[in-house]
């Protein structure tokens, strides 16, 4: 059997446990490091591929954004994550998966800065 995941199940399954702390009543600031928690180790079980890390990394920057309560820049988010993976692995830098896993989301957030100044 295969499973693939992705970043966007990581970011699915982080809205999830939000929910999931929401209704247990837990706050905020619980509800966020318990997702933390568990998202690392999913992360764990789940073999840890380059676009689950690149989420992970995005999601624990604006998670710890929140608990201080500063915003969390999302272009910046996207290089320091690709700083941690080639940390972790510097020949990920030579994977075309990585390549266009790290150009897809930098055009995601390039395009909705641009939906966010523009006028309609």
């Not at 399954?13 to 209704?23: C, N, P, Q, S």
């Given at each position: ?72 820049f ?32 930098a055009?995601i ?10 006028e309609?």
């Open positions: 059997m295969l499973l693939a995941i992705s970043g966007l199940h990581i970011g699915i399954l982080m809205v999830f446990l939000l929910a999931i702390g929401r209704a247990l009543r837990l706050s905020s600031r619980h509800s966020i490091l318990l997702a933390l928690v568990v998202l690392f180790i999913y992360l764990q079980v789940a073999d840890c591929r380059p676009p689950m890390i690149r989420a992970f990394v995005i999601i624990a920057i604006w998670s710890v954004g929140r608990l201080v309560r500063r915003p969390a999302s272009a910046n988010s996207l290089a320091i994550a690709a700083i941690v993976l080639l940390a972790m692995n510097p020949t990920s830098l030579f994977d075309v998966g990585t390549q266009l896993s790290f150009l897809a989301v055009v957030v390039w395009l909705t800065s641009l939906g966010a100044t523009a309609w």
